[in-house]
């Protein structure tokens, strides 16, 4: 693009070459071009057309040089207020931003975001994001989850670490930043945290599979339990035992010390449960106070009449706290003598227990064979 200063010296030397030409070319033509008179008002009058050309181009320039300047002057101030803006947004962010470069290293984060992670704002720019992740790979996980979005995430859950290496679960949205030519030049986001909501989930799928009171497996999990060792079992062609038992002289507990005591029991019962079975075993409270024991690995019959003799033993032990004890009966099933699938193998162990009760309690029984 040619420049105003071009311009204008172009049009002077066009407008001077055709004055000097043309006007004595036309006081040749009349006979004046020797007078001193005419020669020194051709001058005179080059002066003042150039300069009043010369006027009419600079005025025009600084009229444009001044909107321009005003111009920039009004965006360099949108811009300026825009960027206040964002700090200001940024700052005042509930949730966590963040930036960083393509090495990973922090750019930029709001006080929130060092907030949560214990830092100032000074000690956490120039660290590597990697750092703060739980998992030594957690960078790299989060990364293949961004090129799997096209270059954004939402709602991204994952584990982190604050400054003294205790954990904050957080859920980020975030996305690669690019350049006027879309060149990617870093990743930017905000992260909220969601530790508590992390641990109510976890606390609500636990409860799902546990019972509440004595955190032993509860019968939905246990019986999904059962059907999974039957599968196992007869892939393998082995046996297993399922044992059910139901505690005798619970109901007077209750009766002489309240629901609330009788409780207390109940989950001694279950921790004396887990004392007497290997940990491949599988216990469960499957409601009031009946439990359930799984016995894999190719058990014998002699074998689980071991280990419920082991539990009768265990349960019937001085209960800590009041004068009543309690006695357990026991059932027991043997897979597959005693059924093929779990409801079979349920019923048949929960008709050995009752029949424990009438020979006497405080004993096991072996489905009749």
Known sequence: MI????????????????????SDWALDLVGLGESVVIQNIKGAGFVACTSLVLWVFLRRAFARRARSEEALRSTMERLAQSEADLRSIIENLPDAFYRVDLDGRITMVSPHFAQEFGFTRDEVIGTEMADRYAEVDGRAKFLEALEAGGGQVRHYGVAMRRKDGSPIW???????RRDLSGKPIGIEGVARNVTEQHRMEERLRYLAGHDALTGLCNRIRFEDRLQHAITRARRENRMLALLFLDLDGFKEINDTYGHHKGDEILVVIGQRLTTVLRDSDSTARMGGDEFAVLLEGGITTDAARVVAEKIIAAIGAPLPGIELSVSASVGIAIYPRDGLNSDALLKSADQSMYRAKRLGKNRCELAPY
């Open 3 to 22: 420049s105003t200063a071009t311009r204008i010296v172009g049009v002077y030397a066009g407008l001077a070459s055709a004055w000097v030409v043309g």
């Open 170 to 176: 957080i859920s980020a949205n975030a996305y690669v």
